[in-house]
């Protein structure tokens, strides 16, 4: 529906949801993504610590966003049970579909923020990333080898055909 090709998203784990803000601010300054979608859940139990671990963890994601301009989707679940856990994960009413495309949608509005185009260079700031150092030097000697022809301008509102976002 985005345009996102499968080779184009990148999936990671972590430990526990307190390791999730490390791992995202990793990927924002790793020039390697357009976005970060933190997909995780946390399910109240008998102490307090899921409230001190929810809101850290909110917070931490927050601010990796607003510190890298690389947008971070807070796809973590906070749950009483897992009945709600899982009601909330599959099916119909599965968060993630629309995590997705909000991570497009803020990683579109940062290039265009940015002035930015999908043919520009993956690296910090840039809504493009390439998925191997291979393809990189490919365009960019495909680039230089036609800087002097005339190109045609990219359409306005044009859905980049790179798009890369970290899970």
Same mark, same amino acid.
């Given at each position: 529906?985005?345009?996102?090709?499968?080779?184009?998203?990148?999936?990671? =784990? +972590?430990?526990?949801?307190?390791? %999730? $803000?490390?791992?995202?601010?990793? #990927?924002?300054?790793?020039?390697?993504?357009? &976005? @970060?979608?933190?997909?995780?859940?946390?399910?109240?139990?008998?102490?307090?610590?899921?409230?001190?671990?929810?809101?850290?963890?909110?917070?931490?994601?927050? =601010? +990796?966003?607003?510190?890298?301009? %690389? $947008?971070?989707?807070?796809?973590? #679940?906070?749950?009483?049970?897992?009945?709600? &856990? @899982?009601?909330?994960?599959?099916?119909?009413?599965?968060?993630?579909?629309?995590?997705?495309?909000?991570?497009?949608?803020?990683?579109?509005?940062?290039?265009?923020?940015?002035?930015?185009?999908?043919?520009?260079?993956?690296?910090?700031?840039?809504?493009?990333?390439?998925?191997?150092?291979?393809?990189?030097?490919?365009?960019?000697?495909?680039?230089?080898?036609?800087?002097?022809?005339?190109?045609?301008?990219?359409?306005?509102?044009?859905?980049?055909?790179?798009?890369?976002?970290?899970?």
């Amino acid at each position: 529906e985005c345009n996102v090709k499968e080779e184009n998203v990148f999936q990671t =784990s +972590v430990p526990g949801a307190y390791e %999730v $803000p490390l791992a995202a601010k990793l #990927l924002a300054i790793s020039n390697t993504v357009d &976005a @970060v979608v933190c997909v995780g859940c946390l399910v109240k139990g008998e102490t307090h610590h899921y409230e001190y671990i929810s809101e850290s963890v909110a917070h931490a994601l927050q =601010s +990796v966003q607003l510190n890298t301009n %690389v $947008p971070v989707v807070y796809g973590i #679940l906070n749950c009483v049970t897992m009945d709600q &856990a @899982v009601a909330r994960s599959t099916g119909e009413n599965n968060h993630g579909l629309s995590w997705g495309k909000t991570a497009v949608e803020m990683a579109l509005l940062r290039a265009s923020a940015f002035g930015q185009t999908n043919r520009q260079k993956g690296k910090q700031g840039t809504g493009v990333v390439f998925s191997n150092p291979a393809e990189a030097k490919e365009e960019e000697a495909a680039e230089d080898a036609g800087k002097d022809e005339e190109k045609e301008p990219e359409k306005e509102g044009a859905t980049p055909k790179r798009r890369r976002v970290g899970f």
